[in-house]
C-alpha cells in the first residue's frame, strides 16, 4: 500500500479511529500498540503477504537478542554476531543473490570455464534494507549498553514494524522511537494539524514536483538512442532534484502521519542542495541512513580521529557500502565510491584551498566558528554550485540503468560542446525555438516533454528551492500557523488545489521503493 494510493486515503482514517478510540476510551497502552501493529502488518502484507514472515523472523531474532544479550553478558558478542549474520544473509539472500550469481558467472565466462551459478527468480520484499537495518541498530545498541532490551514483544514488534517509516524510512534509532509506543497519547490539535500541513506538502513533492520531473528522465534514460548530450545533463538534473521530491517527499509523509497518531520521527533532509561540500550535503540527505552508517560503521572503523589517508579510506568503505546498500548493481558502488573520492579530495586538499583562499580574500581565520574560516557569502554560493555540479557528475551513474548504459551515456555527454555549436548553427535556418527544442528533445512524442513541460518543471525547482529558503530556520508549518488567517488558508488551498489538478496522470512508485 503506497501513500500515493486510494488504498492509503481509505486505511489511514480508520487506523487514526481506531488508535484513538483505543487510546481515549479503553485506555490500555497494550491494546492501542496491539491495534497499531495489526493495522502496520496488514499495511505491509499489502504488498506481498508471503513476506510478512521475512519481517516477522527479523523481529524475532532481534528481540530474543536483546534480551539474551542482557541476560549473558558474558556470550553477548557472540549472541550479537547470531542477530548480524542471520539479518544479513536474509537480506543478502533477497537482495544480493542474484547479483554475486551474475558477477561469478561473468567471471566464469571471462575465464572460459563452464562453471556456472544459477540465478533465482524472487521478488525483492519492499523495505527490506530499511527494516533490517532498524532491526540491527536495535541490537547494537542493546550490546554497547545505550538501551535495554525490550522485554514487551508487541512493543518492540511496533517499533520495527510501525507503518509510516517502514518500507522506506526513516530509520529509526531505539532511543527516540520505541520509548514513544509506551506513552499514552492523546488528541492534540496542533498535532495533527501541523502533521496534515507536512503531509500534505510530501504528497505535493511527490505527485507535483518529483513525478513531473521524471517524465522527461525515464523518457531521456530509458532511450538513450534518442537523447543528445544536452538532453542527458538536463535529465540528470532534472533527476537531482526528482529523487529529492520523491525521497523527501515521501519522509515528509512518513513523519506527517506519525505526527498526527502522536509520534515524532526523526527529520530525513535539510535542504541538500544548499550544502557548500559533499560532506555537508550527507549530513542533509538521507539523515537517518547517513547517521546509521556513521555509528554503525564509520566510527568503528576509527572515525576522523585517524590519520588523513586513514580517514579518507573509512569514507571510501562507507561510501561504498552505502551505494551497495542502494542497490545491487557495480554502478550504485561506483556511485558511492564517487561520492567518497570527492569527499577524500576535500579533506586531503582542506588546508591548500584554506591558505587560497584567504590570500584571496575571500575568507579569513576565525576560531570562533566550526572548521576556523569564515568565508565570504559570495564564495559560500561558488561552494554550493560547485558541490551541486559534483552531485550532478555522480547522479549520471546513480540513475543509468546498467554499467553499459552508463559508457553510452558518457560518450554522449562528451559531444556537449559539438552539439551546442552545431545548434547555433542551425538558429538562422530553422530558428532559435526549434535548435532549442532538437538540442533538448523537447519533443512530447519522443521524450514526454515539450517546452511548455519543460518551464514547468524548472517552475516547479523553484517553488522547491523558494520553500526551502523561508523555511530555513523552522519548519514551514510553524510559519504558516503565525500568518494571519487569510493567508494560510490561501496557502492550504493552492496546496491542495496543485494535489488535486497539477499532479501528473497516472500513480507512480516511490524511487526508494526499489531500494
Given at each position: 500500500?503506497?501513500?500515493?494510493?486510494?488504498?492509503?486515503?481509505l486505511?489511514?482514517p480508520?487506523?487514526?479511529c481506531?488508535?484513538?478510540?483505543c487510546?481515549l476510551?479503553?485506555?490500555?497502552n497494550?491494546?492501542?500498540?496491539?491495534?497499531?501493529?495489526?493495522?502496520s502488518?496488514?499495511?505491509?502484507a499489502?504488498?506481498?503477504p508471503a513476506?510478512?514472515?521475512?519481517?516477522?523472523?527479523?523481529?524475532v531474532?532481534?528481540?530474543?537478542?536483546?534480551i539474551?544479550?542482557?541476560?549473558?553478558?558474558t556470550?553477548?558478542?557472540?549472541?550479537l554476531?547470531?542477530?548480524?549474520?542471520s539479518n544479513?544473509a536474509?537480506?543478502?539472500?533477497?537482495?544480493?543473490?542474484?547479483?554475486?550469481?551474475?558477477?561469478l558467472?561473468?567471471?566464469?565466462?571471462s575465464?572460459?570455464?563452464?562453471a556456472?551459478?544459477p540465478?533465482?527468480?524472487?521478488l525483492?520484499?519492499?523495505g527490506i534494507?530499511?527494516?533490517?537495518?532498524?532491526?540491527?541498530?536495535?541490537s547494537i545498541?542493546?550490546?554497547?549498553?545505550?538501551?535495554?532490551?525490550?522485554?514487551?514483544f508487541?512493543?518492540?514488534?511496533?517499533f520495527?514494524t510501525f507503518?509510516?517509516?517502514?518500507v522506506?524510512?526513516?530509520i529509526?534509532?531505539?532511543?527516540n522511537?520505541?520509548?514513544?509506543?509506551?506513552?499514552?497519547?492523546?488528541?492534540?490539535?496542533d498535532?495533527i494539524?501541523?502533521?496534515?500541513?507536512?503531509?500534505?506538502?510530501?504528497?505535493?513533492?511527490?505527485?507535483?514536483i518529483?513525478d513531473?520531473?521524471a517524465v522527461?528522465?525515464?523518457?531521456?534514460?530509458?532511450?538513450l538512442e534518442?537523447?543528445?548530450?544536452?538532453?542527458?545533463?538536463?535529465?540528470?538534473?532534472?533527476f537531482?532534484?526528482?529523487?529529492?521530491?520523491?525521497?523527501s517527499?515521501?519522509s515528509?509523509?512518513?513523519?506527517?502521519?506519525?505526527?498526527?497518531?502522536?509520534?515524532d520521527l526523526?527529520?530525513?533532509?535539510r535542504?541538500?542542495?544548499?550544502?557548500?561540500?559533499?560532506?555537508?550535503?550527507w549530513?542533509?540527505?538521507h539523515?537517518?541512513?547517513s547517521?546509521?552508517?556513521?555509528?554503525?560503521?564509520y566510527?568503528?572503523?576509527?572515525?576522523?580521529?585517524v590519520?588523513?589517508?586513514?580517514h579518507?579510506?573509512?569514507?571510501?568503505?562507507?561510501?561504498?557500502?552505502s551505494?551497495?546498500?542502494?542497490?545491487a548493481?557495480?554502478?550504485?558502488?561506483l556511485?558511492?565510491v564517487?561520492?567518497?573520492?570527492?569527499q577524500?579530495?576535500?579533506?586531503?586538499?582542506?588546508?591548500v584551498?584554506?591558505?587560497?583562499?584567504?590570500?584571496?580574500?575571500?575568507?579569513?581565520?576565525?576560531?570562533s566558528?566550526?572548521?576556523?574560516?569564515?568565508?565570504?557569502r559570495?564564495?559560500?554560493?561558488?561552494q554550493m554550485?560547485?558541490?551541486?555540479?559534483?552531485?550532478?557528475?555522480?547522479?549520471?551513474?546513480?540513475r543509468?540503468?546498467?554499467?553499459?548504459?552508463?559508457?553510452?551515456i558518457?560518450?554522449?555527454m562528451?559531444h556537449?560542446?559539438?552539439e551546442?555549436?552545431?545548434a547555433?548553427?542551425?538558429?538562422?535556418?530553422a530558428?532559435?525555438?526549434?535548435?532549442?527544442?532538437?538540442?533538448?528533445?523537447l519533443?512530447?512524442?519522443?521524450?514526454?516533454?515539450?517546452i511548455k513541460?519543460?518551464?514547468?518543471?524548472i517552475?516547479?525547482?523553484a517553488?522547491?528551492l523558494?520553500?526551502?529558503l523561508?523555511?530555513?530556520?523552522?519548519?514551514g508549518?510553524?510559519?504558516?500557523?503565525?500568518?494571519?488567517?487569510?493567508?494560510?488558508?490561501?496557502?492550504?488551498?493552492?496546496?491542495?488545489?496543485?494535489?488535486?489538478?497539477?499532479?501528473?496522470t497516472?500513480?507512480?512508485a516511490?524511487v526508494y521503493?526499489?531500494?
Amino acid at each position: 500500500m503506497a501513500f500515493n494510493s486510494v488504498q492509503f486515503l481509505l486505511f489511514f482514517p480508520i487506523v487514526f479511529c481506531c488508535y484513538f478510540f483505543c487510546t481515549l476510551v479503553i485506555k490500555k497502552n497494550i491494546v492501542t500498540q496491539t491495534v497499531l501493529l495489526i493495522f502496520s502488518l496488514f499495511f505491509y502484507a499489502c504488498w506481498e503477504p508471503a513476506y510478512l514472515c521475512l519481517i516477522l523472523i527479523s523481529v524475532v531474532i532481534t528481540y530474543f537478542s536483546g534480551i539474551y544479550m542482557e541476560k549473558f553478558q558474558t556470550r553477548k558478542g557472540l549472541i550479537l554476531t547470531v542477530s548480524l549474520v542471520s539479518n544479513l544473509a536474509i537480506l543478502f539472500f533477497f537482495k544480493y543473490y542474484n547479483f554475486f550469481a551474475d558477477s561469478l558467472n561473468w567471471c566464469f565466462v571471462s575465464a572460459k570455464s563452464d562453471a556456472r551459478i544459477p540465478g533465482l527468480n524472487i521478488l525483492l520484499p519492499v523495505g527490506i534494507s530499511f527494516y533490517t537495518f532498524q532491526a540491527l541498530g536495535y541490537s547494537i545498541d542493546v550490546y554497547k549498553g545505550k538501551v535495554r532490551a525490550e522485554t514487551n514483544f508487541i512493543t518492540y514488534a511496533l517499533f520495527v514494524t510501525f507503518f509510516p517509516q517502514l518500507v522506506a524510512g526513516p530509520i529509526e534509532r531505539t532511543g527516540n522511537l520505541l520509548p514513544q509506543f509506551k506513552i499514552e497519547h492523546s488528541l492534540d490539535y496542533d498535532r495533527i494539524t501541523s502533521g496534515l500541513k507536512l503531509a500534505a506538502w510530501g504528497f505535493f513533492e511527490k505527485v507535483v514536483i518529483a513525478d513531473r520531473l521524471a517524465v522527461y528522465v525515464n523518457g531521456i534514460y530509458n532511450n538513450l538512442e534518442i537523447a543528445t548530450g544536452w538532453s542527458l545533463l538536463l535529465a540528470t538534473f532534472l533527476f537531482s532534484f526528482q529523487v529529492l521530491c520523491d525521497f523527501s517527499g515521501y519522509s515528509d509523509i512518513a513523519i506527517g502521519v506519525a505526527r498526527i497518531l502522536g509520534f515524532d520521527l526523526m527529520r530525513n533532509f535539510r535542504r541538500p542542495f544548499f550544502a557548500k561540500s559533499v560532506g555537508e550535503t550527507w549530513a542533509r540527505w538521507h539523515i537517518s541512513l547517513s547517521t546509521w552508517f556513521k555509528d554503525y560503521l564509520y566510527f568503528p572503523l576509527g572515525g576522523s580521529r585517524v590519520s588523513k589517508f586513514r580517514h579518507c579510506f573509512n569514507l571510501l568503505v562507507v561510501m561504498a557500502v552505502s551505494g551497495f546498500w542502494h542497490g545491487a548493481a557495480w554502478h550504485y558502488v561506483l556511485w558511492g565510491v564517487m561520492h567518497g573520492i570527492f569527499q577524500s579530495v576535500g579533506i586531503l586538499t582542506t588546508p591548500v584551498r584554506r591558505k587560497v583562499l584567504v590570500a584571496c580574500k575571500l575568507g579569513s581565520f576565525d576560531n570562533s566558528i566550526k572548521g576556523g574560516l569564515r568565508v565570504k557569502r559570495g564564495w559560500q554560493f561558488v561552494q554550493m554550485f560547485i558541490t551541486f555540479c559534483l552531485f550532478i557528475f555522480a547522479a549520471v551513474v546513480f540513475r543509468a540503468n546498467t554499467m553499459a548504459d552508463y559508457g553510452v551515456i558518457m560518450q554522449k555527454m562528451s559531444h556537449i560542446p559539438a552539439e551546442l555549436a552545431n545548434a547555433l548553427s542551425s538558429v538562422h535556418a530553422a530558428g532559435a525555438v526549434e535548435a532549442f527544442r532538437n538540442l533538448f528533445v523537447l519533443d512530447e512524442s519522443i521524450s514526454g516533454y515539450g517546452i511548455k513541460h519543460c518551464a514547468a518543471a524548472i517552475g516547479c525547482i523553484a517553488v522547491l528551492l523558494s520553500a526551502d529558503l523561508i523555511t530555513r530556520r523552522e519548519r514551514g508549518y510553524d510559519i504558516i500557523k503565525r500568518q494571519h488567517f487569510l493567508i494560510r488558508w490561501i496557502c492550504y488551498y493552492l496546496l491542495v488545489f496543485a494535489i488535486l489538478f497539477c499532479s501528473v496522470t497516472g500513480k507512480t512508485a516511490f524511487v526508494y521503493f526499489q531500494f
